[in-house]
């Protein structure tokens, strides 16, 4: 028969269900928290885990988004709570769960519970996505390469101007393959010296810095007194400067030591043209986890992806390249569906119509369309004086010259006899 953990505070609960299971067969570990359902999951290995949301270490939620994200979601796994919500069922199924128990449990819903959890296939998990599916970019390419040199010299490294998917995507790019992940982003608990022990060798990780409240804050200063000695790599991301954490409250000795040693990613708005090689990589990504349908992008809907102003930076790229795929009428995502993705606000400054030609040409044809519309608009407004347009363009005469003509743009005589 199975072996199946039942985790539980209330030893009263405990007792009963490993009875009623020891009754069919089944072979029953018992856990009164979190850290001792951690030990009995690595030592065990359970067919099957009954899990309480309300214990009063680590709830139960947490460390089922725990064992997700470090891969040891191996196994099925049922909620239990004596105050089950709609909200609580939801939440524990998106994260991995596959049936929710209200308490108290009726002893048939029980066993046809566990008879159909003992069922049910688990999918390997997919290894998380990292900086090396984008070795087609030279921008992520060069930024993985700083990443890991830095953290080679040191156990605590800061992502600057990064929060959520792609400060994750750096931190997953530094560890080692089956080696423990611990998210103090997802935490609500005390951080305690065993869950420390259990995470060695792998990386502690928090999202964005100026999410956090007091007792994760408390967490993340606890961890870092014990950093080198349970072997382990912080990785920290915030999206605002660290002078916001010092508005914020934060303690400056905590903060110093965040900041020693950080890398900064790349601001997507000084980086345009690496934008569709990059939504094309995310893109297909999505769609080998299967998270989104089968989907391509067009050129125009890449190019207009390049022109688009990403205020949002990197978390805006990605959620856009998501949500395109997700709402697509279609296989080939086109410059219709950027638009409705990417519409701006009435108040926001105008636009180029998506409908321009140039947005359905080759990256190289577009860029010489829009250079050509570029200067003609110019000479035009300037009357074919070349010294205004020379200024108006910031481009040195001669340069302006060998780009007209690169262009086609012959001016003649006319243009001198003007100026």
């Not at 959890?117 to 990292?130: F, S």
């Not at 934060?250 to 950080?262: F, I, K, T, Y």
């Amino acid at each position: 028969m199975a072996q199946i953990l039942v985790v539980d505070d209330e030893m009263g609960i405990r007792e009963l269900l490993s009875e009623i299971l020891a009754d069919e067969g089944h072979s029953v570990s018992l856990a009164e928290n979190a850290a001792a359902a951690r030990r009995s999951r690595s030592e065990k290995r359970p067919d099957l885990v009954l899990l309480d949301i309300w214990m009063p270490d680590t709830d139960g939620i947490s460390l089922l988004k725990e064992w997700s994200a470090a891969g040891l979601l191996t196994m099925p796994v049922v909620m239990m709570s004596g105050h089950g919500t709609i909200d609580s069922a939801v939440e524990a199924t998106r994260v991995g769960a596959i049936d929710f128990l209200e308490k108290p449990i009726a002893l048939q819903k029980l066993l046809a519970t566990v008879k159909k959890a003992l069922k049910h296939d688990v999918l390997p998990q997919k290894p998380p996505l990292t900086l090396d599916a984008f070795a087609r970019s030279p921008l992520l390419k060069d930024l993985k390469k700083r990443i890991e040199q830095a953290a080679a010299k040191t156990p605590v490294l800061l992502l600057k101007s990064a929060s959520g998917n792609i400060a994750e995507m750096c931190a997953r790019t530094l560890q080692t393959p089956k080696t423990p992940w611990l998210d103090l982003s997802a935490s609500s608990a005390p951080l305690t010296q065993e869950m420390l022990e259990n995470a060695g060798g792998g990386i502690l990780f928090v999202a964005d810095l100026m999410l956090l409240g007091k007792l994760q804050q408390k967490n993340l200063a606890y961890a870092l007194e014990r950093i080198e000695k349970c072997n382990l790599q912080l990785v920290v991301a915030s999206s605002r400067p660290l002078s916001a954490l010092a508005e914020a409250g934060w303690d400056p000795v905590l903060m110093a030591r965040l900041g020693e040693v950080w890398v900064a990613l790349p601001q997507l708005s000084g980086h345009s043209d690496d934008v569709p090689e990059i939504a094309s990589l995310v893109l297909t990504h999505l769609v080998e986890r299967n998270e989104v349908p089968s989907r391509h992008f067009s050129i125009g809907a890449l190019n207009a992806l390049r022109l688009h102003h990403w205020q949002g930076e990197w978390a805006e790229l990605l959620a856009t390249v998501k949500n395109l795929a997700l709402s697509a009428l279609d296989d080939e995502i086109t410059v219709d569906d950027v638009d409705s993705i990417l519409l701006r606000d009435a108040g926001d400054a105008p636009r180029l119509p998506l409908a321009l030609p140039m947005f359905n040409q080759p990256l190289r044809d577009a860029r010489e369309a829009f250079e050509r519309l570029y200067f003609e608009h110019h000479l035009k407004s300037e009357r074919g004086n070349m010294t205004r347009v020379a200024d108006k363009t910031g481009l040195e005469r001669t340069h302006l010259y060998r780009k007209l003509k690169q262009l086609g743009l012959n001016l003649g005589r006319r243009s001198e006899d003007q100026e």
